[in-house]
């Protein structure tokens, strides 16, 4: 009943930009922790951001930073990633994960066996 839909994704070219949205239904994304990861063909899925409280500070892994951005639009039941300076190494699959604000723990942030509920994923394609 919970569930969670990615979309943004595309084609774009080294240095363009991607704005992921991740849109919720049957929960409320205030309450829950959200994490964004990504899996590249033939790599393990790893983690890229995350943030617990509305409000709180988002975290993100050492690739993305300083690039890519994610925020909450709470009225939309919406998080989003805004992703800039895109580099090829950056091609994957993103996901948008959520699980309980009040159990997690900001260590849990890259442990994708932390989150409970997943979206399908929105493709990202990073070539000239």
């Known amino acids: 009943q919970l569930q969670l839909v990615e979309s943004g994704g595309g084609l774009v070219q080294p240095g363009g930009s991607l704005r992921l949205s991740c849109a919720a239904s049957?929960?409320?994304?205030?309450?829950?922790?959200i994490g964004w990861f990504r899996q590249a063909p033939g790599k393990e899925r790893e983690g890229v951001s995350c943030?617990?409280?509305?409000?709180?500070?988002?975290y993100y892994a050492a690739p993305v930073k300083g690039r890519f951005t994610v925020s909450r639009d709470n009225a939309k039941n919406t998080v989003t990633l805004q992703m800039n300076s895109l580099k090829p190494e950056d091609t994957a699959i993103y996901y948008c994960?959520?699980?309980?604000?009040?159990?997690?723990?900001?260590?849990?942030?890259?442990?994708?066996?932390?989150?409970?509920?997943w979206g399908q994923g929105t493709q990202v394609t990073v070539s000239s």
């Open positions: 994960t959520a699980t309980p604000r009040a159990s997690f723990r900001v260590g849990y942030c890259f442990m994708k066996g932390r989150y409970d509920y």
């Open positions: 049957g929960f409320t994304l205030d309450d829950y922790a």
């Open positions: 943030v617990s409280n509305s409000g709180g500070n988002p």
